[in-house]
């Protein structure tokens, strides 16, 4: 089993900046690829980003390139994935959940099989 744990969400002007943090912990290993879908009120869940565990791939939704940097950062004591939001927009607003998988499957932008619980992110006007 893997546990994934979201944290760092909260409330942004349109045009700030904000930074989600993913804790992994369990059974994970090099092959696994995680990442972050979100949902938006009335929306179905979509892609944002993904990372290989080493981090040397990455992958975005068209519709945050060149605004969010997904990153990795692994230790013995444990893993942690990182999206840093810039430019943030109204339309960013949503649940942001953090998804692993023993495959690269998210790097073609396709969910995972383990979730965390989500985050809460909130762009104003």
């Known amino acids: 089993q893997v546990q994934l744990v979201e944290s760092g969400g909260g409330l942004v002007q349109a045009g700030g900046s904000l930074r989600v943090s993913c804790s992994a912990s369990g059974r994970t290993s090099s092959t696994f690829t995680i990442g972050w879908f979100r949902q938006a009120p009335g929306k179905e869940r979509e892609f944002v980003a993904a990372?290989?565990?080493?981090?040397?791939?990455?992958?975005?939704a068209n519709s945050v390139k060149g605004r969010f940097t997904i990153s990795i950062a692994r230790d013995s004591a444990k893993n942690t994935v990182y999206l840093q939001m810039n430019s943030l927009k109204p339309g960013d607003t949503a649940v942001y959940y953090c998804?692993?998988?023993?495959?690269?499957?998210?790097?073609?932008?396709?969910?995972?099989?383990?979730w965390g619980q989500g985050t809460q992110v909130t762009v104003s006007s």
């Open positions: 998804n692993a998988d023993p495959t690269s499957r998210l790097l073609i932008g396709n969910p995972g099989i383990y």
């Open positions: 990372v290989s565990w080493s981090g040397l791939s990455t992958y975005y």
